[in-house]
């Protein structure tokens, strides 16, 4: 099984606030990943990170920043949640080889009121 | 990263196989062929992959025609546990290994 894990599982929050969604991982992956995936839609991958001290913007744009201080932690953080925001984000993680799968997260299902 | 085709949705039998194909006909030589689950939006789970061989492990069979312009993913015995989107995804294995999900296969397992 793979450890990563992703708090909190479900926010409600209003609109304005800043929110930081928490991503880590035991297996010591260089490589991390977060995908946004509104209801019924496609994953799309908002950021990823090669290791600590580097972050990249993803294929679809965000507003929400990364950071990478420690390899086993990459927090996703929304200065100013909008209901724009609303959406489930998914962090994933993988080896240095990115020959074997990415492991994912169970999600944190953000709403923004 | 190759784009793939999938069928939008299947059914399947409960105990019976399940194939699900998918086209990449643009897809590179160095280019892997994965395919991943998304059961009722949970974190996608990784199944099998692979280059030019079919492919075997405890969930799944990966059938890689010969000119690697297609693929099949086969559950042997499907049960309602089974019920998902199913990706194919073909990528190269190196800079930052991003995956690119497209619509997938919606498998409904029916009893």
């Known amino acids: 099984e793979a450890d990563i894990y992703q708090t909190p599982r479900y926010l409600v929050i209003g609109t304005g606030k800043k929110i930081t969604l928490e991503c880590s991982q035991t297996m010591g992956h260089d490589k991390m990943y977060w995908y946004q995936q509104d209801p019924g839609m496609e994953l799309h991958l908002i950021h990823y990170s090669y290791g600590v001290n580097s972050t990249e913007k993803g294929d679809l744009s965000s507003e929400s920043t990364v950071s990478r201080i420690r390899t086993e932690h990459f927090p996703l953080t929304l200065e100013s949640a909008r209901p724009s925001h609303t959406s489930q984000y998914l962090c994933?993680?993988?080896?240095?080889?990115?020959?074997?799968?990415?492991?994912f997260g169970p999600g944190t299902r953000l709403t923004v009121t | 990263d190759a784009k793939t085709t999938q069928p939008p949705s299947m059914d399947c039998a409960e105990g019976r196989a399940a194939n699900l194909p998918c086209n990449h006909s643009t897809i590179s030589g160095n280019e892997y062929v994965y395919w991943y689950r998304q059961i009722h939006s949970q974190g996608p789970q990784y199944i099998i992959h692979?280059?030019?061989n079919n492919e075997t492990n405890e969930m799944a069979s990966l059938i890689i025609t010969e000119d690697r312009k297609s693929s099949t993913l086969i559950l042997p015995h499907a049960t309602l546990r089974d019920t998902a989107v199913y990706y194919c995804i073909v990528r190269v294995v190196t800079g930052a290994n991003n995956l690119f999900f497209g619509t997938g296969t919606r498998l409904t397992v029916i009893p």
């Open positions: 994933a993680s993988s080896d240095p080889t990115g020959l074997r799968e990415q492991y």
């Open positions: 692979g280059l030019k």
